[in-house]
C-alpha cells in the first residue's frame, strides 16, 4: 500500500524530538508494507513568519498527494489546521482517509474547528491513542465505533526504552548509587504537573529523596526559582532535555517515575518508564488509568493534589514490593510493544 504522509510536526536536525512519534509510526508502517511515497510535513519548529511560510508550503504538498495516482491512502497526523483543504480535496477523492488525532485537535476556539469535525465524518479511519480518547470522540461526535481505533501513539520501541542495571546507569549520569531517586522527565510547562511535583517534594524533606528533573519549557525558570525558595536545591539534579535514545538511562537510573499531569490523550512517557522497568505514580486521569494499576505498578493519585501525591511517594519508599512493582511495570509495557501494535495498525490500513 502506497501513501501520502501529511504532518505539521515532523523531527529536524535541529529539532529532533519535534514529532517524533510521526516519523516512528511512518518508519513501523513501512516495515509492515504501508509505504510512504510522498509526504508533506513541517520540520521542526517554526514561528512567526517562518511559521506562516511553513503552512504555505504544507498545503502546497497536500495538493500534490492528493494529485499522485500512484497513492492509495492519505494519512494525517494533527488534522486541525489542514482540515479545510482536506475536506475539499477528500470530496474529489477516491484515496483513503486516515487522520491519527492526537489531542490538541479539541480546540473549539479554533478557527478550524468546524471544518475539523466535518472531516472527522468524511474519513475512513480515526485512529487514537487511547481508549478514553475513543470514548471521548463517540460522545462529542457520534462517530460509530468501529470507525476508530486505537493505537497507542507508536507504541514502545524496546530497543529504546529497555530496563538498565540501575547502578551503571546512575554511573553514567553521575548519580550516587544509594539515593532514592524520583524522576520527572516531561516538558516544564503547567499541565504537566511541575508545581504538584514540587510541592510534593517539599513535603517529603525528612526523607533522604532526590528529585531528578529531565527536560526544558516555558516554565523551567519558575521550577528552579520555586525549587530555590524552599531551600531544596541540594535535593534537586536538573538535565535539558535528552533525545529518545538516551532516555532509558534516566529512567532506568530512577526508582520511580512520577507523571503529575493535568491531562495526556495517553501519556506515551509513562509507559516508556514501564518499559524500563520503573513503577509509576501518576495523575488519576481516564488516559494513565488505563495503564497504571494502583498498588501493582505504581500508584495513582487526585490530579494537582500535592498531598496526596507526596503520601504515595512516601508509601512507595517505604515499600518492601519495589521488585514486584518492576516486574509487574515490565509486563504492563510489554502490551505496548511497537512492532506488535504497529503490525496491527497496518494490517488494519490494509483493510480499508
Not at 509526504?39 to 513568519?49: D, L, Q
Not at 536545591?233 to 537510573?253: G, N, W
Request: hydrophobic share 40%.
Amino acid at each position: 500500500m502506497k501513501v501520502g504522509l501529511i504532518s505539521n510536526m515532523y523531527p529536524s536536525e535541529k529539532s529532533p524530538v519535534f514529532g517524533v512519534f510521526v516519523q516512528n509510526t511512518e518508519k513501523l508502517l513501512s516495515e509492515n508494507g504501508i509505504k510512504t511515497i510522498s509526504k508533506s510535513v513541517i520540520y521542526g519548529k517554526k514561528k512567526g513568519f517562518s511559521k506562516l511560510l511553513a503552512y504555505i508550503s504544507l498545503y502546497f504538498g497536500i495538493l500534490k498527494i492528493y494529485f499522485n495516482e500512484k497513492i492509495d491512502l492519505v494519512y494525517v497526523h494533527f488534522p486541525l489546521q489542514t482540515s479545510p483543504l482536506l475536506l475539499i480535496l477528500n470530496k474529489f477523492s477516491n484515496k483513503k482517509l486516515v487522520l491519527n488525532i492526537h489531542g490538541s485537535e479539541l480546540n473549539e476556539s479554533s478557527f478550524f474547528y468546524s471544518y475539523f469535525k466535518k472531516l472527522l465524518h468524511q474519513s475512513d479511519l480515526l485512529v487514537v491513542p487511547s481508549k478514553a480518547y475513543k470514548q471521548k470522540l463517540i460522545e462529542l461526535f457520534i462517530i460509530k465505533e468501529e470507525k476508530i481505533y486505537v493505537y497507542p501513539s507508536g507504541g514502545v520501541d524496546t530497543s529504546v526504552f529497555y530496563q538498565l542495571n540501575k547502578a551503571d546507569a546512575r554511573k553514567k549520569i553521575v548519580l550516587k548509587e544509594d539515593d532514592f531517586i524520583c524522576a520527572y522527565i516531561s516538558s516544564i510547562i503547567k499541565n504537566k504537573g511541575w508545581k504538584t511535583f514540587v510541592n510534593a517534594a517539599n513535603l517529603l524533606k525528612h526523607l533522604n529523596i532526590k528529585f531528578l528533573v529531565v527536560g526544558n519549557g516555558s516554565d523551567e525558570n519558575l521550577m528552579k526559582n520555586k525549587v530555590k525558595e524552599m531551600n531544596m536545591e541540594s535535593s534537586f539534579i536538573f538535565f535539558d532535555k535528552q533525545v529518545q535514545t538516551e532516555l532509558a538511562k534516566y529512567f532506568s537510573a530512577s526508582d520511580v517515575f512520577i507523571f503529575p499531569t493535568q491531562k495526556e490523550s495517553l501519556g506515551l512517557v509513562g509507559v516508556e518508564a514501564l518499559s524500563c522497568g520503573v513503577p509509576v505514580i501518576a495523575s488519576n486521569i481516564e488516559a494513565t488509568s488505563e495503564y497504571i494499576k494502583d498498588g501493582v505498578n505504581g500508584y495513582l493519585f487526585e490530579k494537582n493534589n500535592a498531598n496526596i501525591l507526596a503520601k504515595k511517594i512516601d508509601k512507595f519508599y517505604h515499600s518492601s514490593e519495589k521488585e514486584n512493582f518492576s516486574s509487574q511495570a515490565l509486563k504492563t509495557a510489554a502490551k505496548f510493544d511497537s512492532k506488535n501494535c504497529s503490525f496491527a495498525l497496518a494490517k488494519k490500513l490494509k483493510e480499508l
